[in-house]
Each structure stands twice: as C-alpha cells, then as structure tokens.
C-alpha cells in the first residue's frame, strides 16, 4: 500500500489490465504536498455541508478507498490481501469520519448535517448483522494523548 505497485518485481504481469487506475500512499504524500488535496473540489455530494467534510470526504478520500478497493479488485476474495484490505478500508473510513466529527466539534459546526454520518450501532466496515464492530481499537483514540503515558483532559 505504501509505494506504487511493480508488477514485474511482484511477477504480477496482468495487474495494469486488472486495475486501471493505481494508487498508493507515496503517491497520495507527494499530491497533498504539491496541494493537489488542498481545494473544495464542485460536483461533491450536495449532503456535504460543512468545509471539512468537502475536504476529508472529496479526492483524498477518494484517493485512499481507491488503495483498498484496487488491492480487493485484483486479489480474489479470501486471499490474505483482500481480506487486510478490506478491513484497512473500513479502519480508514472510521478512522477519518471520526476525524470529521472531530473536527467539526471543535468548530462548532453540526457534524450530523455536513459528515457522512452513521448511525451508532451500523458499522461502516462489517455488514450490519456481524459482531466484529462490537470491538474498540487502539488507534480509536490516538487523538486522546499528547505524550505518552499522558491523557490529556476532556
């Protein structure tokens, strides 16, 4: 995920007629450095209200689902790709909706009228009968500490 794909060092010879439009997080790095991510972008979902949604939710986001959803297309389902992919997808989702909520908090703004919102109990990264979104992650609170060993106060 972190660098293009070579399908000649990966003998993967096929993967350019399988995925036709590769991404990577270097390439995502090298395209929010050069201010590709940094403008409201017009055609986005009118649902869309608040400034930082427009933003997390436009071509960077676009642009890191499309990751996940290249290594599903060209890996076959039950392949260990696939599946850490497919649940890297959904960690991300969560990961940058919380960002949004978040961030719009912290404005001021109504996180329900401008994030993609969900409802508490419906997960964006298991189908809605599973129990595995029932389990918190680590990285769920990364935000909550300034230093190590610190928490800081709510």
Do not use: C
């Not at 929010?32 to 403008?39: I, N």
């Not at 649902?47 to 427009?54: A, C, D, G, V, W």
């Amino acid at each position: 995920f972190l660098d293009p794909v070579n399908p000649i060092e990966l003998n993967i010879p096929d993967y350019f007629d399988v995925v036709k439009n590769p991404m990577d997080i270097s390439t995502m790095e090298k395209k929010l450095t050069d201010g590709k991510y940094g403008r409201l972008t017009p055609g986005q979902d009118p649902s869309l209200t608040s400034p930082i949604s427009k933003m997390l939710y436009g071509p960077f986001y676009d642009d890191l689902m499309l990751i996940f959803d290249n290594a599903m297309l060209y890996n076959p389902k039950g392949d260990w790709i696939h599946n850490d992919a497919k649940t890297l997808k959904g960690l991300a989702a969560k990961k940058v909706q919380t960002m949004a909520v978040k961030a719009e908090h912290n404005l001021g703004l109504d996180a329900g009228a401008g994030s993609r919102s969900r409802s508490r109990n419906q997960s964006v990264y298991v189908e809605v009968d599973s129990d595995e979104d029932m389990y918190e992650y680590e990285s769920d609170y990364d935000d909550d500490f300034t230093d190590i060993g610190q928490r800081r106060g709510k």
